[in-house]
């Protein structure tokens, strides 16, 4: 099956600086790869997501890559804000024909500070 | 336009009982996935249903059982419940279609004593 693997684990940023999180998947059959936000004791929340005929999609200050070739996808949030600090989840999704269930990563825990 | 809703929000249970767990889906979906989130780990795909037929399953025992009623809302039920089935149990919804939006609901806190 899927595996996801997310780095870095926690990461620290100065409010203002960007912040990168990199994901990579094993299923060259991926061809979904949405990103989410949660909150401490919320449900995750959608912030952005690619399908594999597109390499980058932007946000406002969210941005996705995608890069099919080696298998992985990067998260990248430019002026970061504290109220952007929680734990973020790559995931990575295949039509199997009978559903799109979702294989998520360990997470990253992004912390904004002042 | 209500979002996904799940009920309840926590819920404590002891060794060996059963729970069932709650989930209506945004308005316009008709696809209800479960997925159950240990603390400080990602979510783990537990299964989905569609048109009242769990459409696929993750690595979950049998102890994991669940239901589509004809308004698309599901259950989520754990039979003989272990220490390890503590955990946040989080419904999505969405369309059938691959590469879909899954949306999801707030969770139920089950602790298992």
């Known amino acids: 099956g899927e595996n996801v693997e997310q780095h870095p684990s926690t990461l620290s940023v100065q409010e203002g600086d960007s912040a990168v999180i990199k994901c990579t998947y094993s299923?060259?059959?991926?061809?979904?790869f949405p990103w989410y936000k949660q909150e401490l004791g919320k449900g995750p929340q959608l912030i952005i997501d690619?399908?594999?005929?597109?390499g980058e999609k932007k946000d406002q200050r969210i941005a996705v890559t995608l890069n099919k070739t080696a298998k992985h996808f990067s998260l990248h949030i430019t002026e970061t804000q504290p109220e952007d600090s929680a734990v973020y989840f790559c995931?990575?999704?295949?039509?199997?024909?009978?559903?799109?269930?979702?294989?998520f990563g360990t997470g990253t825990q992004l912390k904004v500070e002042l | 336009d209500a979002g996904v809703t799940q009920s309840p929000t926590h819920l404590i249970k002891t060794r060996g009982q059963q729970v069932t767990l709650r989930c209506s889906p945004k308005?316009?979906?008709?696809?209800v996935s479960w997925y159950q989130q240990a603390l400080g780990q990602g979510p783990q795909f537990i299964f989905q249903?569609?048109?009242?037929?769990?459409?696929q399953r993750g690595n979950f025992p049998d102890r994991f059982s669940g239901h589509q009623f004809p308004n698309y809302s599901s259950e989520l039920n754990v039979n003989a419940l272990l220490l390890g089935d503590s955990a946040l149990y989080l419904c999505?919804?969405?369309?059938?279609?691959?590469?879909?939006?899954?949306?999801f609901g707030p969770g139920t806190r089950l602790l298992v004593l």
């Open positions: 249903y569609y048109e009242e037929e769990e459409r």
């Open positions: 999505a919804s969405s369309l059938l279609s691959p590469q879909e939006t899954q949306y």
């Open positions: 995931a990575a999704s295949m039509d199997t024909g009978g559903g799109n269930k979702l294989t």
């Open positions: 308005s316009g979906h008709d696809t």
């Open positions: 299923d060259s059959a991926s061809n979904y």
């Open positions: 690619i399908r594999s005929n597109v």
